[in-house]
DNA sequence: GCCAACGTTGGC
DNA sequence: GCCAACGTTGGC
């Protein structure tokens, strides 16, 4: 089993859309940049675990974990003109974008805030805190998932 | 709203 | 295949 961060805009899709769902896969579309695509398509498996990360927001930081429960199949929202993911040169025969299903399994008993995973040592490799990285779909080390989790236990 | 950093596009 | 121009990301 592997460990992932997929950054969301809380005002789009939060870890509070997915507690008020838990039982229901939600889909994991809109994924526009081709290493994080790359990641998707070729990595993420089911039973992988996932930070939420909320991004572009007040309250920046991890919210929560989620399980992959679909592997990557073609993105729906690269075939509808009505979508902001929609792209004319995606074809059902050629497909460019992929994404995957994520069900909820926890809130984090409180966010953990970027600046927090800034100063751990532990964390200096992952490219969420690395200057100007953008990568919206990366791979969390076991030893860094631990770290992270053992934040995340009452003070 | 600003802007640094990055990824993508397209002319050559 | 280079690289300038452009658009986007995302923290601040």
């Known amino acids: 089993m592997n460990y992932w961060l997929f950054k969301t805009e ?10 008020r769902a838990p039982t229901t ?8 940049n081709y290493q994080a695509r790359n990641f998707l398509r070729d990595n993420v498996a089911i039973g992988d675990q996932v930070f939420i990360y909320h991004s572009s927001c007040k309250d920046i930081g991890i919210a929560g974990i989620a399980r ?13 003109n009505h979508s902001r993911y929609f792209d004319s040169k995606a ?11 994520l069900q909820f399994v926890s809130k984090m008993s409180q966010l953990i805030r970027l600046d927090k995973l800034k100063n751990l040592a532990t964390l200096i ?12 779909v990366m791979p969390v080390t076991c030893a860094q998932w631990l770290t992270i989790m053992a934040l995340s236990q009452p003070a």
């Open 68 to 80: 992959v429960v679909k592997a990557a199949y073609p993105d729906p929202s690269q075939f509808d």
């Open 10 to 19: 809380p005002d789009e899709c939060s870890i509070d859309d997915f507690a």
């Open 91 to 101: 074809t059902g025969q050629k497909p460019r974008w992929v994404a995957v299903d």
């Open 125 to 136: 490799e992952l490219p969420l805190v690395r200057k100007g990285n953008r990568l919206s």
């Open 25 to 32: 896969p939600i889909v994991w579309e809109g994924v526009r």
